[in-house]
């Protein structure tokens, strides 16, 4: 199986401190509950645990500043997050490059688009190939071996700088969609025959 | 009085008047819930490893799926939980500290969570992304929401009276728990190279495997039962620390005085 | 509306006789500004960075402030008294907030003026109104959530370090939007004035958020135990 060891690793290291936690708080429990099983503490805890009524006076006085607060942040968050869609987008789309703002090709940006079939190239340790999205492409260059499960028809957020029309990547990172499918061999071979579909 | 007739609760709690003794915190509800979660536990990763078959892009480290994104969404719940549980703690006054601790106890719990969505997420990153860590919306807002989490648990941990300590906790538990939607849609709001949800998402298909998306379902059932589990032992393991307290103390006093009437 | 000033005047006087902002805050804000240069070693990076340092710098000056805020209040059972004196508790909390308002003010505009003059920002007449507007936005908003994470942990041992690890996440939008909407406004031009005005938008958004927030929780967090 490839990449074992990191799926072993992410599963044991979840099963493994929820074991954990589980066994420390029982063994905790066991020696506190031996330290106090009197009777007179039984007594405490009834008394501990018994609901009391409501007060409602203050209960009231306590509701409507309460609401109040939060109605003012729910809206609040909604009016930020509304306002900062249109502000901090992680990346570009290679359709917006010097087109929208904050894409200028002038500066450092970081370029969304799907790795065009066929383009993929290995020239001694460059990596070219070229993105598209939305109609508009860009060839890319990028010094080494890309990470992940990079590969043709892809998308991908390239980082780094336009340099005559050819974006010089200093970063790419693969982002995949999110659409599972299981491989089996009838959609392997779909997926081969049009892979950029 | 205290033993004649004792609440079940606290009865349960010491493990008197039932057969077995030394239970510390267990219940039979509890182990049956902890059954539960041993059985689907062990169907997850059964399926996770042997039954379902890699995905098309993804491969093998989808696998982590089944763990990441059951982690995440307990986490969610459990910070949700505290935030309900602090809420009833301040609004009603009764005398119990029951809801501050399920409060405390469900925070617990959720940074563990958080911690393994993290961890996992990370290592899954690096396998398809290429990178373990990169400060995009979701991933920086994710970590914001651990480290508040982190700050609550420590002001839980303070040495103050249980009642300052409930009072304190519960408006952080309030505050904080507003940056989940945040979280949560920072991938649809910002572009983000976190994939948006496959589930949960806003147009409301499934994009997942029959198969796969069965594992991920019961991957979810078999946390939140862990979840369950260690809320439940938590909280009353809580309840016999501020227990352990009042007994020592009244055991001080009463040595104190015995002692004053001999000399 | 009286009260709320009655306290912001007990908190300035006993500042103004202290005068701990001045010999203290003040001196450790431009510290940071200092050993942020050292550390950077480069001026063209300065100069781009000078609107994040700058509102680091303040942010770390006023978690002290703060801190100060409410160690004053808490030393005899002051705050207790003052609540036991017909004063709601939420006008308590705008008093609080108005106090540290007035130090921050202080404190921002002394570190604006630091950054001129090591970092060697420029800031023209249009900088110079969204310059403002962004300060006094961005300190109503610093205030108001120290003020309130402030209030959770008055009292309670290891306050000192509790303060920072709560308060910090809670601030880093604030952080994000001060540090662009002054980078605007200073010469650097690499975002424009537009986007600069809309980030003090933002600012504004947190700091009625927070306020809110810190007014409706103050009678629970400041209340004596039952």
Not at chain 1, 144 to 161: D, K, L, N, S, T
Not at chain 2, 127 to 151: A, E, K, S
Not at chain 3, 4 to 22: C, G, I, M, N, Q
Not at chain 3, 97 to 125: E, F, S
Request: charged share 15%.
């Amino acid at each position: 199986m490839k990449d074992l060891g990191f799926i072993l690793l992410s599963w044991s290291v979840t099963l493994g401190s929820m074991a954990l936690l589980a066994l420390a708080t029982l063994r905790r429990a066991k020696s506190l509950a031996a330290r106090i099983r009197r009777p007179e503490a039984l007594a405490v805890v009834a008394m501990e645990l018994t609901p009391r009524p409501d007060q409602p006076a203050s209960s009231r006085r306590r509701l409507l500043p309460a609401i109040i607060a939060g109605l003012a942040v729910v809206v609040g968050i909604g009016i930020v997050a509304i306002f900062l869609t249109s502000s901090i987008d992680y990346y570009c789309n290679v359709d917006e490059i010097g087109v929208r703002e904050g894409c200028d090709d002038t500066r450092r940006v970081r370029v969304q688009g799907t790795v065009d079939e066929g383009s993929l190239e290995q020239r001694m340790s460059t990596t070219a190939f070229v993105m598209s999205f939305n109609g508009a492409s860009l060839p890319v260059e990028y010094d080494g071996e890309p990470g992940g499960i990079f590969q043709e028809c892809i998308p991908v957020v390239a980082h780094g700088r336009v340099v005559d029309g050819v974006l010089q990547a200093t970063r790419i990172e693969v982002k995949h969609s999110n659409e599972y499918e299981a491989q089996n061999k009838e959609r392997i071979t779909e997926a081969e025959t049009s892979a950029c579909s | 009085m205290s033993d004649t007739t004792p609440t079940p609760h606290g009865a349960a709690l010491l493990g008197a008047g039932t057969a077995r003794r030394s239970l510390g915190t267990a219940t039979p509800a509890t182990r049956i819930i902890g059954l539960l979660t041993l059985a689907t536990m062990t169907w997850v990763v059964v399926s996770a490893f042997f039954i379902t078959s890699p995905d098309v892009v993804q491969g093998d480290s989808v696998r982590i799926m089944y763990a990441h994104v059951p982690a995440a969404w307990v986490a969610y719940l459990a910070f949700v939980t505290t935030a309900i549980a602090s809420g009833i703690s301040v609004v009603r006054r009764h005398r119990t500290l029951g809801f501050d601790r399920v409060a405390g106890a469900s925070a617990e719990v959720g940074v563990l969570f958080m911690g393994l969505a993290l961890v996992t997420g990370s290592l899954w990153g690096r396998l398809t992304w290429g990178t373990f860590w990169q400060w995009d919306p979701r991933l920086t807002t994710t970590l914001f929401l651990f480290i508040t989490y982190v700050g609550y648990l420590a002001v839980r941990r303070i040495d103050a009276s249980p009642e300052r300590r409930a009072k304190r906790s519960a408006v952080l538990a309030l505050l904080a728990v507003l940056e989940i939607p945040l979280v949560h849609f920072s991938v649809v709001l910002w572009r983000s190279l976190h994939q948006e949800a496959s589930v949960l998402n806003p147009d409301g298909d499934v994009r997942l495997d029959g198969l796969m998306l069965f594992t991920l379902f019961s991957g979810v059932v078999a946390f939140t039962l862990g979840f369950v589990w260690l809320v439940i032992h938590r909280q009353r393991l809580q309840a016999l620390v501020d227990l352990q307290g009042t007994v020592g103390l009244d055991s001080a006093i009463a040595a104190r005085a015995t002692e004053a009437v001999l000399r | 509306m009286r009260n709320v000033f009655a306290v912001a005047r007990k908190d300035l006087v006993v500042e103004w006789r202290a005068r701990l902002l001045l010999v203290r805050v003040l001196p450790f804000a431009l510290l940071v500004l200092v050993l942020f240069a050292v550390a950077l070693d480069s001026e063209a990076l300065l100069e781009r960075a000078a609107a994040g340092l700058v509102w680091l710098a303040a942010m770390f000056a006023a978690l002290l402030v703060v801190q100060r805020c409410y160690d004053i209040e808490t030393a005899d059972g002051a705050l207790d008294m003052l609540l036991t004196s017909v004063v709601e508790p939420s006008r308590v909390f705008f008093g609080k907030l108005l106090a540290v308002v007035g130090q921050l003010l202080v404190l921002v505009v002394v570190l604006v003026g630091g950054a001129v003059v090591l970092y060697g920002v420029r800031v023209d007449a249009a900088g110079l109104v969204l310059l403002v507007t962004t300060v006094v936005t961005a300190v109503i908003g610093l205030a108001s959530v120290g003020t309130l994470y402030g209030a959770v942990v008055a009292q309670l041992t290891g306050r000192d370090s509790l303060l920072p690890l709560l308060a910090m996440p809670v601030l880093a939008p604030l952080l994000i939007g001060a540090s662009r909407a002054t980078e605007a406004a200073f010469g650097s031009r690499t975002i424009d004035l537009a986007t600069g005005w809309a980030w003090t938008a933002l600012l504004a958004v947190f700091a009625v958020v927070f306020t809110a927030a810190g007014a409706a929780s103050f009678a629970t967090l400041t209340e004596p135990d039952a």
